[in-house]
């Protein structure tokens, strides 16, 4: 499985999917999230594996 | 995905640019974009001292980060604003700029101006007891930074003030006063605001980099940043324009650069003017002396008054 971290939420989905995916899946928009996995930036291309820990960071702030 | 420069394997996908690339190539263009920016707007020039408003979020460290690394003289600048809200903003904010300056920069200057120490009140006293704040502490908090900054900038002898404003802020601020048609701010958004009678000049560094890029770059540069939203701006409608401006990005990349650039574009060609173009008069004020329009006091000296 794979751990997914967004804000003050965590949740866990299949291993195997893209990023982008996973971001789409959390009815998220992939302009306005970057996805990091230990700490490093992926790309929405990248498939999740095994274990990961992917944590999702929103781009947008500002008043 | 594989990096468009060198084949190595890529962080970020822009697509606007049709650009992947890696940890390497990204930091590079990103400086490279920052730099073509400053040259095109005449911003500053490599001799000038800068003043870099920091707030601790991701935009104006990154800001900050890359003119030093470049080899700006850039100076930072925060102001404590006394916003707790439960969850330490202010306090937290201080201390991502120090960690800043102590992991990535040491030795940087870092300018500190808390509100409530030197003039008695924080924002939320003043946003829930002045008539201009009620129900809109941003307005207060937004006059308040620019009469510091602007003092600050005097005093210290800087050629500018820089702001991490980037090109989501500006895309959102141009659909909200296009969409109420407000002439006098449509007249007056630009990447520089040009120094005159005791006003600092004021520009953005970072009008054509995508917000998502800023946060790239300071993910990639490993610069912890305050990912908390400002408890006073959250359900802001800047925020609201900016997703759905994303909306439009995704199904449309490149839609939020055109728009703002050719703006731009459309009216230093005369091709788009509005009402209120021109300077308006200044006149310093009777107790601090920096520039207003109105006719004794600044709309900052008056905020004490009330």
Partial sequence: MVKVIYRDKTWEIKAGSTVRHVIEQADLNPESILALRDGKLINEATLTEEGDVIKLVSVVSGG | ?306
């Fill in chain 2, 1 to 306: 995905m594989k990096c468009s420069k060198c084949g190595g394997l890529a962080v970020i996908n822009m697509r606007q640019h049709r650009l992947r690339l890696c940890t390497s190539h990204f930091t590079e263009w990103f400086a490279t974009m920052v730099q073509r920016t400053i040259e095109k707007y005449e911003m500053f020039s490599p001799a000038d001292k800068v003043l870099v408003a920091v707030s601790g979020g991701k935009d104006s460290l990154a800001l900050w980060d890359v003119l030093l690394r470049t080899g700006y003289e850039a100076e930072g600048m925060y102001i404590g604003l006394g916003i707790d809200e439960g969850i330490g903003y202010s306090d937290k904010s201080l201390a991502m700029c120090r960690q800043f300056v102590t992991e990535h920069h040491p030795g940087a200057v870092l300018h500190v101006v808390d509100l409530g120490e030197e003039y008695g009140q924080d924002i939320p006293y003043l946003a829930h007891t002045r008539q201009r704040g009620r129900g809109k502490p941003c307005s207060v908090c937004g006059l308040v930074k620019r009469h510091i900054m602007n003092r600050v900038a005097r005093d210290g002898g800087f050629a500018a003030i820089a702001t991490g404003h980037n090109l989501d802020d500006e895309v959102a601020v141009l659909m909200q006063n296009t969409l109420h048609w407000q002439a006098g701010y449509l007249a007056r958004q630009a990447p520089v605001l040009l120094e005159r009678d005791g006003l600092a000049r004021k520009v953005k560094p970072f009008v054509r980099i995508y917000e998502r890029e800023a946060a790239a770059y300071a993910l990639v540069r490993g610069i912890d940043y305050i990912y908390d939203e400002c408890p006073f701006a959250r359900g802001s409608t800047t925020n609201f324009y900016k997703e759905l401006l994303n909306q439009l990005e995704l199904q449309s990349p490149g839609a939020k650069q055109q728009f703002y650039l050719q703006f731009l574009q459309a009216r230093d060609k005369g091709e788009i003017r509005f009402a209120g173009e021109g300077a308006v008069e200044l006149r310093p004020c009777r107790r601090c002396s920096q520039p207003t329009t109105a006719g004794d006091l600044c709309a900052f000296c008056r905020l004490w008054e009330s």
